[in-house]
C-alpha cells in the first residue's frame, strides 16, 4: 500500500505513475482477505485494523458527501447533506457499537506513537535538509536547442494565446 | 495500571520506525534519474537508533521487538481514532450547518 501510495504521488510524469492505485488496491486486499500465519500480536492489529476500517469508510464517504454538497464548497443541497450526516452518524454508532469503552491510558499510548511520528519526520527533514546543503550545488542545465525553443514557444503561444 | 517507563519507549520508538520504514519505502518508490537526494541516510539513521531503543524497552530476540514496537504504535495511533473523527465532526458542522460563504476563485 506504501509503495502504491508513492507511485500514486509520483504523477503522470513518470510511467510507474500508473501502477500506484493497483498496488494501493493490491496492498488492502492482501491486508483485509489474506491474513495468513500471524502471530498473537498481528491478531491483535489485524482485528484493529479491521475495526478502524468499519469505523472509517463510512465516515470518509459521509464527509465527501457533505463537503460536495455544503454551500461553502459546492451547490448546497438538503437531501445529499442529508444523507452525509447519515453516514457519518452511522460512523459514529459503529464506534459506540464496537469500542464501548475510552481509556486515558489507550490515548496516551496514541499519544506517545504520534510523539514519535512527529520527532521522526522532524528528524528526517533536518537530515534531509543538512545532506541536501553539504552536498552542493549540480552543474547548470545545458541552453534550450532551436527545436526545444520552438517547442516552448509553440506551447506557450497555444496556452496563453499571443501571438 | 499505568504506563511504564519503558513500554513508553517502545512506543516512541514504534512510532519513530513507523515512520522512517515509510519514508524509506517512499524515497526507494520515487527514486529517480534526476535524484541526487541523499535523504536515505536519515530515515536509515533514524530508523536504527529507534530499532535499538526498542530492543532496549524489551526482553525478546530482535525480530520479535521489532514487531512488538510497530504493533504497538499502529495500535496506539489508532486508539486515537474517536479524537480524529471528534475534530473532524465539528469541522464538518461547522462548514455545512454554520457558515454559508461559498469559497470561489475570487475570495
Excluded at chain 1, 464501548?100 to 527533514?125: Q, W
Excluded at chain 2, 537526494?37 to 521489532?66: H, P, Q, R
Aim: net charge negative; aromatic share 8%.
Amino acid at each position: 500500500m506504501a509503495i502504491g501510495n508513492s507511485f500514486h504521488r509520483m504523477g503522470p510524469s513518470f510511467e510507474r505513475g500508473r501502477f500506484g492505485f493497483p498496488l494501493m488496491l493490491l496492498g488492502l486486499t492482501c491486508l483485509i482477505l489474506l491474513p495468513d500465519e500471524l502471530t498473537e500480536r498481528g491478531i491483535e492489529l489485524h482485528e484493529s485494523i479491521l475495526q478502524s476500517v468499519s469505523i472509517a469508510l463510512p465516515f470518509v464517504i459521509g464527509a465527501m458527501i457533505i463537503l460536495r454538497n455544503s454551500p461553502t464548497y459546492g451547490e448546497s443541497s438538503v437531501p445529499g447533506l442529508v444523507s452525509g450526516w447519515l453516514l457519518v452518524t452511522v460512523s459514529w454508532a459503529v464506534l459506540f457499537y464496537v469500542r464501548n469503552s475510552f481509556s486515558i491510558l489507550g490515548i496516551t499510548r496514541g499519544v506517545l506513537s504520534i510523539l514519535g511520528v512527529f520527532s521522526s519526520l522532524v528528524a528526517i527533514i533536518i537530515g534531509s535538509l543538512l545532506i541536501e546543503r553539504t552536498s552542493g550545488l549540480s552543474n547548470e542545465s545545458d541552453p534550450l536547442s532551436n527545436e526545444e525553443e520552438v517547442l516552448v514557444r509553440t506551447i506557450l503561444e497555444r496556452r496563453l494565446g499571443g501571438d | 495500571m499505568g504506563l511504564g517507563f519503558s513500554e513508553a519507549l517502545l512506543l516512541v520508538s514504534g512510532g519513530c520506525l513507523l515512520f522512517s520504514s515509510l519514508a524509506l519505502i517512499h524515497f526507494a518508490s520515487c527514486y529517480n534519474q534526476h535524484n541526487r537526494s541523499l535523504a536515505f541516510s536519515s530515515t536509515i539513521v533514524i530508523g536504527t537508533v529507534s530499532f535499538y531503543s526498542a530492543i532496549n524497552s524489551t526482553n525478546y530476540s530482535k525480530s520479535e521487538s521489532l514487531e512488538i514496537a510497530m504493533t504497538s504504535a499502529i495500535i496506539g495511533l489508532l486508539e486515537l481514532l474517536p479524537i480524529f473523527l471528534a475534530v473532524t465532526t465539528l469541522v464538518l458542522f461547522r462548514i455545512s450547518l454554520l457558515t454559508n460563504r461559498s469559497v470561489d476563485a475570487s475570495s
